[in-house]
C-alpha cells in the first residue's frame, strides 16, 4: 500500500508564494509519475503538473512560468513552488502517484489566494 502526506498549504496574497510537499511511503517502484492535481468549488478535479522518475514533466497552461514542479526520488517526495498566485488558483491540492498501474492520492491540502 503507498501512502501520501501533504504539507505547505494556506492563505496567502495575490502575487504570493507557497511550496507544498508531498511524501511518498509503502511500496514504491522507481518507475513512477507523481503530481499535483487540484479542485476548486464547483469543479472538477485538474492537473497541475506531473514529473516522471525521469525527470519530464507536464503543466496546465494556466500555472506555466509560475509553478514548477520538482522532485527527490531518493527520498520519494514531490514538490510545487508556487509564485504569483492568483485568486484563481484557490482550490484544495492533492498529491499524486501513478505507479503499477494504479493511482493513489494524498488527503488534499487547502491552497487560498485572497486579499
Known amino acids: 500500500q503507498v501512502q501520501l502526506v501533504e504539507s505547505g498549504g494556506g492563505l496567502v496574497q495575490p502575487g504570493g508564494s507557497l511550496r507544498l510537499s508531498c511524501a511518498a511511503s509503502?511500496?514504491?517502484?522507481?518507475?513512477?509519475?507523481m503530481g499535483w492535481y487540484r479542485q476548486a468549488p464547483g469543479k472538477e478535479r485538474e492537473l497541475v503538473a506531473r514529473?516522471?522518475?525521469?525527470?519530464?514533466?507536464n503543466y496546465a497552461d494556466s500555472v506555466k512560468g509560475r509553478f514548477t514542479i520538482s522532485r527527490d526520488n531518493a527520498k520519494n517526495t514531490v514538490y510545487l513552488q508556487m509564485n504569483s498566485l492568483k485568486p484563481e488558483d484557490t482550490a484544495v491540492y492533492y498529491c499524486?502517484?501513478?505507479?503499477?498501474?494504479?493511482?493513489?492520492w494524498g488527503q488534499g491540502t487547502q491552497v487560498t489566494v485572497s486579499s
Open positions: 499524486n502517484i501513478y505507479v503499477l498501474f494504479r493511482d493513489y
Open positions: 509503502g511500496i514504491i517502484f522507481s518507475t513512477n509519475v
Open positions: 514529473m516522471t522518475d525521469g525527470g519530464d514533466t
